[in-house]
Nanobody, 121 residues
């Protein structure tokens, strides 16, 4: 079984920064793309940023230039550095990983439990 564990959320003032981390743990697996999604109250979950194992990245237009996604393949960990935070960034942030179970060579979608990010003065 594979689990994703997120950390780093919290309350920050507008213009501030936060760094989210998400580590995948378990046995006999590897990770392909990893990324972050968010869901604000009353809204659908939306993509924030993704990173492939090779390092290619993709960002939502609303966060380009402010957020940076990175990953450590050896640790199966993905990070999201969030700068210049705005109240509109307030949401629950979810980690996502495309996990390959090496015993059966099949890829599955895994999600973290979510971490709250609140941007408010």
């Amino acid at each position: 079984q594979v689990q994703l564990r997120e950390s780093g959320g919290g309350l920050v003032q507008p213009g501030g920064s936060l760094r989210l981390s998400c580590a995948a743990s378990g046995s006999a697996f590897s990770t392909n793309a990893m990324g972050w999604y968010r869901q604000a109250p009353g809204k659908q979950r939306e993509l924030v940023a993704t990173a492939t194992r090779a390092g290619s990245t993709n960002y939502a237009e609303s966060v380009k230039g402010r957020f940076t996604i990175s990953r450590d393949n050896a640790k199966n960990t993905v990070y999201l550095q969030m700068n210049s935070l705005e109240p509109e960034d307030t949401a629950v942030y979810y980690c996502n990983a495309k996990v390959v179970l090496t015993s059966i060579l099949a890829e599955y979608d895994y999600w973290g439990q979510g971490t709250q990010v609140t941007v408010s003065s």
